[in-house]
């Protein structure tokens, strides 16, 4: 091989000084100017690296050309083939005739007529993108032309068609796309839909991210016959342990669909931001301290729920309540004391006005936790809590509660049998402020209630192995001894009224939280199987409760619960309870589950008995199935299936059907979904069904996770790397 170089650089440092071409060849020839290079010729040129069969240089115009089975590579990223390119040294172009362009890591080629490339831009002419197989593409993008930064991997469509096969499905004039997943500032995927109540659905999303430590997602939408609105969505990050999010939201009904729907508002608005902090007492306030302290806010503001079920087109993506709950978080924590703060504030989205319900502002919670002395023998800890439950109108209280625990404990028989004795002390004091308005002031009077009873506890396990499996056992006795009690006050005036069930629902009685000790006995049995290879095969306990007041005694419910591996595929598991009283169970929960080729089902039902009196507006039973079953029959296809019922308002709360057929370049789905949301109407309809037909469309990698994304991780700020 004959080499070029020393003659083409000094021929190219002619043209300009700061470029230089190397070419290789295996033979060359020299005739008036001119150089000829034949059989397997090299070009390296900047970050380029160029292949052919042939090529020319003129010394003079410093233009290089080649010819035939062109192969260029621009770094790593992607690959131009063709057979003619003209390289101008002077001018810093390229030119590509035809052109074709692989871009490594998306997978996305791009064929042309023509590309010319100068500096980090390449114009293309007249082509066809696609994220598919070359040779006969699912889908493809016909463009007039294009334009390509290789710095900023964006790149630009002009006049574009989509087609699946040859079928064109789309036009848009512009379309532009990120070849990386650089968090950048465009166009997120649209979402669409048709309804035969809203209408046509349509919401494009804006993407702003022109820093690296926040981002901002406008989601514009509009429902044809309903209405249209917007959502918002900034984040960021102020800090290298902090973190925020808001969100904000407006929708406006058409008065036509206001009307017929019989809604109660005509606009849904609201708003939810999210805050944490990992360090904030040291940040803020520039303290040394070692423990961890934390900071956690989410607030939550609404009109109603329709702000919720129009977030997005599919509710079955969101849970929707009726009630709302805003809250924060802060606590310190060190190896032997924790302190928090938690503040929670309710707002029933039914009520005309929540100035009757009550709130939690704030919470106060003192730790020490657990210590011993005596070798372990003996265990102590403490916990206060103070709460501030308040409300606007009527009566509110500061309760504050005591619990110190004191364990001694010891083992027996060479650790056969474990037992303990616990000494438990409880104490709670009310502080009653604001006004009722249908009360005398005994009922509120500030009050002190003590406690202290006492714990006895004895325990033994025991493990055999056989060949195939290993059997562990265990068995367990708590008794819980009444002690002494003192109350004086609220408690002395409630206690008897209010520990009657069937007063639970009296005013007076929603600040009464303090339960009865029996004297009873808790006996515990429980059994795990485990194959040889150390996997659960069998999980079972039981547990009996017996009472001993009123010097007679009186067994509470009797729990059973199982879990069983019937085989490596199926599973089952039951948990119920029994009352002896009523003689009836009060609770039976099912589940079976069976997970193989391909298939994963599962079906459970759910029963309860409250045993209280059934009215016109209270049913003491529930009665609920649950059922899903997903289909993976290879690489390609999937089918899933949900279905939920219940049984005892005869209503069917969800039903889903529906594939998905996946390929390399392309998803395709197909769901039809019925769901009951709830609503606010002024029917006193408290929800509304809904039937949709879902379409998916992916057309890969353009709708995955390359392109503008808000999906990217935020980064922190420079100012604050090296905080």
């Known amino acids: 091989m004959r080499k070029l170089l020393f003659f083409l650089l000094l021929s190219a440092s002619l043209v300009q000084a700061a470029d230089k071409v190397e070419i290789y060849a295996s033979s060359l ?64 172009e390229r ?88 968090r950048r500032t465009g166009l997120l995927v649209p979402s669409v839909g048709i309804s035969d109540k809203e209408g046509f659905y349509y919401e494009q999303s804006l993407y702003i991210a022109e820093h690296n430590w926040w981002d901002l997602e406008i989601k514009p939408q509009t429902r044809t016959n309903r209405g249209s609105g917007f959502y918002s969505t900034l984040r960021f990050l102020d800090s290298k342990i902090s973190r925020g999010e808001l969100t904000v939201g ?62 997005t087109n599919d509710t079955t993506k969101k849970t929707t309540s009726t009630q709302i709950l805003s809250r924060a978080n802060l606590f310190y924590n060190t190896d032997n004391d924790y302190i928090g703060a938690y503040f929670k504030y309710y707002k029933d989205l039914l009520k005309e006005s929540n100035e009757k319900t009550l709130q939690k502002l704030p919470t106060f919670q003192y730790h020490y936790y657990l210590d011993s002395l005596f070798k372990d023998k003996f265990l102590y800890n403490l916990d206060i809590q103070s709460n501030n439950i308040h409300r606007l109108v009527g009566k509110r209280v500061v309760q504050t509660d005591v619990n110190v625990p004191l364990t001694l404990q010891t083992s027996l028989f060479d650790e056969y049998i474990n037992f303990s004795y616990t000494a438990q002390f409880y104490a709670q004091h009310s502080l009653f402020g604001g006004e009722e308005e249908y009360s005398s002031t005994d009922e509120y009077e500030n009050g002190i209630f003590a406690r202290q009873y006492n714990i006895f506890q004895a325990s033994s396990q025991l493990t055999k192995a056989y060949e195939n499996y290993t059997h562990v056992t265990g068995f367990g006795l708590r008794y819980t001894a009444g002690g002494n009690e003192y109350k004086d006050g609220f408690y002395e005036y409630n206690q008897n009224f209010c520990s009657d069930v069937l007063n639970k629902n009296d005013s007076r009685c929603e600040f009464y939280n303090v339960t009865n000790v029996d004297n009873e006995l808790q006996v515990e049995f429980s059994q795990y199987i485990f194959d040889i290879s150390s996997q659960q095969k069998v999980y079972h306990r039981l547990a009996q409760i017996i009472s001993y007041e009123d010097a007679k005694s009186d067994a509470g419910e009797l729990e059973n619960e199982l879990d069983y591996q019937i085989t490596k595929s199926i599973s089952y598991y039951n948990n119920m309870f029994y009352n002896y009283n009523e003689e009836s169970f009060s609770k039976i929960f099912n589940k079976l589950s069976y997970i193989a080729n391909g298939f994963n089902i599962s079906l459970s039902h759910l029963y309860k008995d409250t045993f209280l009196k059934e009215t016109d507006t209270y049913s003491p039973y529930t009665s609920y199935v649950t059922s899903s079953a997903v289909y993976t029959y290879d690489e390609h296809y999937s089918y899933k299936m949900k279905f939920d019922y219940d049984l005892e308002t005869s209503l069917k709360k969800r039903a889903e059907i529906g ?51 808000k999906d990217t991780a935020l980064r922190l700020p420079d100012v604050l790397k090296g905080s």
């Open 29 to 92: 020839e020299t005739q008036d100017g001119l150089v000829y290079a034949d059989g397997e010729v090299v070009v390296v040129y900047k970050e380029y690296y160029l292949n052919a069969s042939r090529a020319i240089y003129n010394k003079e115009s410093g233009i290089l050309e080649l010819f035939d089975n062109i192969r260029a590579t621009h770094g790593l990223d992607y690959k131009i083939l063709g057979d003619y390119a003209r390289l101008n040294i002077a001018e810093k």
């Open 95 to 182: 030119l590509f005739q035809p052109f074709f362009m692989l871009e490594k890591n998306s997978k996305v080629w791009v064929s042309a007529q023509e590309g010319c490339a100068k500096d980090t831009f390449i114009e293309i002419e007249s082509g066809i993108m696609s994220g598919c197989n070359p040779n006969n593409p699912l889908w493809k993008m016909e463009f007039t032309s294009s334009d390509y930064n290789t710095d900023t991997k964006w790149l630009n469509l002009y006049n574009t068609r989509i087609y699946i096969y040859d079928i064109p499905v789309f036009y848009t004039p512009y379309f532009g796309y990120s070849l990386d997943n650089t």
């Open 250 to 311: 407006y929708f406006k009904e058409k008065q036509k669909y206001f009307l017929e729907e019989g809604l109660i508002n005509d606009t849904h608005y609201g708003y939810n931001f999210k805050y944490n902090n990992g360090n904030f007492l040291n940040q803020w306030f520039n303290f040394d301290l070692t423990g961890q302290s934390a900071l956690y806010v989410d607030v939550n503001n609404m009109n109603d729920v329709d702000y919720i079920n129009l977030s």
């Open 659 to 709: 594939f998905l057929y996946r390929k390399r370049c392309w998803d395709f789905g197909l769901r039809y979904v019925e769901n009951n949301r709830p609503a606010l109407t002024q029917s006193n309809s408290l929800s509304v069904y809904d039937r949709y037909l879902y379409i998916t469309i992916v057309l890969k990698p353009l709708m995955s996770s390359q392109g503008p994304t």
